[in-house]
């Protein structure tokens, strides 16, 4: 299996621009995890999907964010309009509840908002 | 809503040394502790776990402990070598319903010098 697939790698926009990311869940996996990392507050946890039903949202920063779970396979979080201040890693995670609580990272998306 | 707490942020030892790592959680219905270790640039990896039903766990060098009386948990390694250098974060687990969510600490940024 490849793991969890996020695209961009890297993302490099201007503030005001509409910002897409991507990920693929390892497949079978039913519970999918977007969390965002900086220096100043850790990982926080923006929000998850358990088959493809958002469960808490609470995370989201505000209403400048939305994240989508169209199908089991792919899962995408949008910033629009785009703030410096969301410049940070963007980690997607997904889990099998035949797992337990295991959670595998995909390589995450590195934003930088000019 | 869960909260984890992890000390120290910085952890400085000498190769062949131990490191402690310490995390508490404020909610008592939390059944599992993960701790992950993330190498600069690249994705937490999961290290090591342990469930609320035991006490202690350990894998070669590392080990993990649950004090559930106190709500903490600690990760333990032993005989650290310049590889082991990375952040390391602990983690909580809450269930809700069928699904449920890891609440991460704040991260401890170990160095072993050689």
């Known amino acids: 299996d490849a793991g969890v697939i996020q695209s961009p790698r890297h993302e490099v926009t201007e503030m005001g621009q509409e910002v897409t990311l991507r990920c693929k869940p390892i497949?079978?996996?039913?519970?999918l995890f977007w969390y965002r990392q900086t220096m100043m507050r850790g990982l926080e946890l923006l929000i998850y999907?358990?088959?493809?039903?958002?469960?808490?949202d609470s995370g989201m920063p505000e209403d400048r964010f939305s994240a989508k779970m169209p199908n089991a396979s792919f899962s995408t979080l949008k910033i629009q309009p785009s703030e410096p201040r969301d410049s940070a890693v963007y980690f997607c995670?997904?889990?099998?509840?035949?797992?337990?609580?295991?959670?595998?990272f995909g390589s995450g998306t590195q934003l930088s908002v000019l | 809503g869960e909260n984890v707490e992890q000390h120290p942020s910085t952890l400085s030892v000498q190769e062949g040394d131990s490191a402690v790592i310490k995390c508490t959680y404020s909610?008592?219905?939390?059944?599992?502790f993960p701790w992950y270790k993330q190498e600069l640039g690249k994705r937490p990896q999961l290290i090591i776990d342990?469930?609320?039903?035991?006490g202690e766990k350990k894998d070669q060098r590392i080990a993990v402990t649950l004090n559930k009386t106190a709500k903490h948990f600690s990760l333990h390694i032993t005989e650290t070598q310049p590889e082991d250098s990375a952040v390391y974060f602990c983690?909580?687990?809450?269930?809700?319903?069928?699904?449920?969510?890891?609440?991460f600490g704040s991260g401890t940024r170990l160095l072993v010098r050689p």
């Open positions: 995670a997904s889990s099998s509840q035949g797992l337990g609580e295991k959670l595998f």
């Open positions: 497949s079978g996996h039913n519970s």
């Open positions: 999907f358990n088959n493809n039903v958002p469960i808490d």
């Open positions: 909610d008592s219905a939390s059944n599992y």
């Open positions: 342990i469930r609320s039903n035991v």
């Open positions: 983690a909580a687990s809450l269930r809700m319903d069928s699904s449920y969510k890891l609440i």
